[in-house]
Every structure is written in C-alpha cells, then in structure tokens.
C-alpha cells in the first residue's frame, strides 16, 4: 500500500478553494464536512467520509496527509486525472486569475482576496509583470489590514539575488513606503514588529526609501529597531541618519558622536560607503562644524561622474535645508551634465534631473535667476524620488515663478 501523501498548507487551501466553489458549502466546522461528504457522494459518485475530510481540511487534529487515493478522488471532481496534476497546476500562478484577484482586493472584497492564499514565492521577479502583480498585491494587503499575505515577504530569500531583481524589489516594496508615509498606522507597525528580523525590509524599505522628514516619527522607529549586521553598510546608514535624528531633536552634541562613528566607518571601509552616505556625512559635517573639508575631499576621490553627482545632490539638499539654504556651494557648476549618457530608466533620469535642479538652486542663490531658469528646461518633476519629492517641488517651483 503507498505510504500517505502529506499536505502541504497552500495544497489543502486549494483544494479547499475550489470545494467550495463546487459544492457552494463553507468549509469552516467538522459538520460542513459532513455536508460536503454527503455533497460528493449524491452528486459526483464519490464516497469520502467526513471525518477523512476533517482531516485533510486540518478541522481534528492529524498529520495532514491523506492516501493518494483519496486525493485522487477529491480532485477528480475538479476535472483533475490525478493530485500530482492538480498539485503541478495550483504551483503555478495563473496571469488571468491573478489579475482578477488584484481587482477584488482593490474593490476592496477582503473575504475573497484572503481565501485566494497566493504563494508569493511562485511570481517570477525576473519579470516586470510579476514585479507590478507584487507591488499591487501589497498595496491591496495594506488597504485591506491583512497580515497573512505581508507575512510571506519575510521569508523571501535574498541571497544571490540578480541587480535586475533587486530593482524590481525596490519598486514592489514601494506600497509599504508609501502607505507609512501616508500615516497607515496598520503598515508602520507591522514594519516595527518585523525589522529587526526581516532582512528584505531592512534593505528594500528602511534603505530604499529614506524619508528624512519622519526621523522623528515612524521613519526613527524603524530605525532604531533595525540592527546593524545586514546589508553591510547598515552601520554608516544608522549612524549618519541617527545624526541627523539628533539634530532634529534638538540634541547637537548626540548628533556629532553619531557623525563622529559614521566618519570612522567610512574611513576603515571606504569602499563600501556609496556616495550617497558620504554626501550626507560631508553635509552634516559642514552643518554642525561649518566645514567644507570633507565635501571637498570625498568630491576629489570619486572618479565616476554619476557618483559625483550623487554626493552633491544629497550633500546640497541637507546643507540647503539645514542652515539658510541661500549658500552657494563648490563644484555644482563646474560639473557638465551633456557628458551623461542617455538615460532609460527612471533612476538615473530623477538623478539627473535632480543635479539639474541642484545646479539651477546654486545659481539661484548667487542671483543669476534667468541662468537658473533656463537650468529647469528640460526637468520632468515627476522624475524625483519619492522620499525627497516634496522639498524639490518647492524649490522648483520657487525658482519657476521668481
């Protein structure tokens, strides 16, 4: 006699998906498995006693498993020949079918998005198809408070994952961002319950998308919840922006011991301070010393033109937001933006049409408002980042109607 077949979790919600869309009975209670017993039997031919179903269904306790010929049987009623093609079917995602589930959970019909039971492991996030399934399919989990289907982005695995994959991270991830930001107390305390474990969203959220304007709100928390083993350069993230926590919470002195470490990071592991990091430690550096040293020094190392520009942006936005923001700053115009490349995708357009901005700010500054009106030719706002969005459509905007 074969041994009993075990059950998988995502198997039993399948099949007790469609049972139910078959036979219209809910399975919730022991006596529902009576009902749907007696259901297969007068309508199908079938005889699976209901307490055999109450154990496939998990509704007594057992070892959730069944014997082949039993499974055979239930799935036959489903068009299946066997319960190896009714299991090779359920792991794949049907586009069409998921699609459709998207649309009920934005309609905001709970009961039905929930019962689905996506395995989100099965999207295939070489494509960008399953990247814009992933995306809507947390935003609805987040409109709809349903942990269950969050919950599986916690176990996705990270390791060996392909730069092309890690874009499409960033971009699915973004509903968590963006629902935090909108003050959705529901998405900002799942993050805090999980981001001391949950590697994927200790990079693709808290790193992903910086949101310097809640450091003193959700974004902190997060921050402080978050250790600093992973990714690698967490300890000179936390640090610089712990700084400019302190800062802003009116404590000068905490701030320059978390700039102090973040300098001494860079300093033993340059390499892997991305410029980004290092334009905010030159910033606050210059803000509570009033130095411009180690702009300078870091602008003079970076050899790539794109590196370059990512330092000044992020060291000019800080610098501008936190002291007068009517200082001019060194090497913004001396920099040539027509040696860039054409650009395709929309990182690398919001970086340069944000050092564009950055160059029409400076010259703002110095009172060349025709120069830097002639600067904002040729910048599509929609192409700024999210998180730093707000402060640059004002100063664009500033600048447009002087």
């Not at 709809?144 to 916690?154: I, V």
């Amino acid at each position: 006699m074969p041994a009993p077949q075990k059950i998988t979790s995502s198997q039993r919600e399948a099949l007790k998906y469609y049972l139910e869309r078959l036979s219209g009975i809910k399975i919730n209670h022991t006596y529902n498995c009576l009902e749907l017993s007696d259901f297969l039997r007068k309508n199908h031919k079938i005889n699976v006693s209901d307490s055999t179903l109450k154990r496939i269904f998990g509704l007594v306790k057992s070892t959730e498993s069944a014997s082949v010929y039993t499974l055979n049987l239930l799935v036959s009623v489903l068009g299946f020949s066997s319960w190896k093609s009714f299991s090779d079917e359920i792991k794949s995602i049907d586009i069409q079918t998921l699609n459709m589930l998207l649309i009920r959970g934005m309609a905001g019909q709970k009961e039905l998005f929930i019962n689905s039971k996506i395995d989100l492991k099965q999207l295939d996030l070489d494509q960008w198809t399953a990247a814009y399934q992933l995306h809507l399919l947390i935003d609805s989990s987040i409109r709809l408070k349903e942990e269950e289907l969050l919950n599986q982005l916690l176990e996705f695995p990270l390791d060996d994952i392909d730069v092309s994959v890690e874009d499409k991270l960033y971009f699915a991830l973004q509903p968590i961002a963006i629902h935090a930001e909108r003050h959705n107390t529901f998405v900002i305390k799942w993050v805090k319950k999980h981001i001391s474990d949950a590697r994927i969203l200790q990079k693709y959220v808290l790193q992903g998308n910086v949101f310097d304007t809640k450091l003193l709100d959700f974004y902190g928390e997060w921050l402080l919840s978050t250790p600093d083993s992973f990714p690698d350069d967490m300890p000179v993230f936390k640090a610089v922006l712990l700084c400019q926590r302190a800062y802003l919470n009116k404590d000068p002195e905490q701030a320059k011991l978390y700039l102090k470490n973040a300098i001494s990071w860079q300093i033993q592991y340059p390499d892997k301070t991305h410029p980004i990091i290092r334009g905010r430690i030159a910033a606050w550096n210059h803000i509570l010393f009033g130095e411009m040293d180690l702009l300078v020094e870091y602008y003079k190392q970076e050899t790539d033109l794109i590196a370059k520009i990512e330092l000044l942006e992020f060291a000019a936005r800080l610098i501008w937001q936190h002291t007068d923001g009517t200082q001019q700053l060194p090497f913004i115009n001396e920099l040539d933006l027509n040696q860039l490349p054409v650009f395709t995708n929309f990182y690398q357009k919001g970086r340069s049409d944000v050092m564009q901005l950055v160059k029409a700010i400076n010259q703002f500054n110095a009172d060349k408002i025709v120069d830097a009106k002639k600067l904002l030719t040729g910048i599509n706002p929609v192409n700024f980042h999210f998180s730093d969005r707000i402060w640059l459509e004002e100063k664009y905007l500033q600048i447009l109607n002087a």
